[in-house]
């Protein structure tokens, strides 16, 4: 695995984006059935490659060396022996990544990846595996990499990638400054919240945090019982209020930048 991309060791080619590259030959093996841009041919450029982050279409030649550096801080040796922190969603990440180094030309907003092995506490009382914040426009995302640590306390199973994919979400939506519709300052980060939790699959019956509900269940409790002691107007906040809230939230619609599946709640 390279920073998220399959490599065949047997045939020396690398699987990025649902088909196969040749880095000896520098060139794809297939057409894009993705389609990555309209109008944009990724097939004949000179240095078109997986391996470009700034600009796979091969107009940059940069690598993205500096990008794997700052993710594989997250995925030291002796954390991978679970198994899943370079599995799961972690390609997902790689192409979120991708996503975002797309729109920020055009919204100036941009994102680095930091690594912190003390994992600070949060307010919450909860050890985050990633965070972030900065200034608008500009935001860091900073990761935890003790995993002794942050493995007491949750399921490590596709959870340190999806938290990383928590946090993408969080600088996706500022980038593209996604609405929520709710008029109330707590409701609306707890929003963020929502779709973040949804789009980084974290409470899906696999992910980290869900211990054993639906989605939306789990979608609910976290956002009710976790997320409010970090936004100081959410005191007095009723469960019912934050509740009825995700339900709006999710019937709007989130438009996930990675995967778009709508969330059906269960009737009865």
């Known amino acids: 695995v390279n920073c998220g991309a399959e490599y065949s060791l047997n045939r020396q080619i690398q699987y990025s984006r649902a088909r196969w590259y040749n880095p000896d030959l520098g060139r794809w093996m297939q057409r894009d059935p993705l389609e990555f841009i309209d109008a944009l041919d990724l097939y004949l450029a000179l240095h078109a ?75 919450s009382g909860s050890v985050p595996a990633a965070k972030w914040g900065g200034s608008p426009g ?79 269940e789990c979608i609910r409790r976290l956002v009710r019982d976790v997320y409010p002691a970090l936004h100081k107007g959410c005191t007095g906040m009723s469960g019912t209020e934050i509740d009825n809230m995700v339900t709006r939230v999710l019937r709007r619609g989130l438009a996930c930048p990675v995967h778009g599946r709508p969330v059906q709640e269960r009737r009865g």
Not at 54 to 63: A, F, H, N, Y
Not at 93 to 121: A, G, H, P, W, Y
């Open 49 to 123: 490659s997986p391996l470009v982050i700034l600009d796979p279409s091969g107009g940059q030649t940069l690598t993205k060396s500096e990008v794997c550096e700052k993710i594989q801080c997250a995925a030291r040796p002796k954390c991978r022996g679970n198994g899943t922190i370079m599995g799961g969603v972690w390609n997902e990440v790689i192409q979120l990544i991708r996503d975002l180094q797309s729109i920020q030309n055009r919204n100036k907003c941009m994102f680095t990846v930091e690594c912190d092995n003390t994992c600070r506490i949060d307010p």
């Open 138 to 216: 500009k935001y860091t995302i900073t990761l935890c990499t003790n995993c002794e640590m942050f493995n007491r306390r949750v399921n490590f199973e596709n959870t340190m990638n999806a938290a990383f994919l928590h946090e993408l979400i969080h600088v996706d939506s500022k980038c593209r400054d996604w609405r929520s519709g709710e008029e109330d300052p707590c409701l609306d980060f707890l929003a963020h919240e929502v779709r973040s939790l949804y789009c980084s699959r974290q409470c899906s019956p696999r992910g980290g945090w869900n211990k054993g509900e639906t989605e939306v």
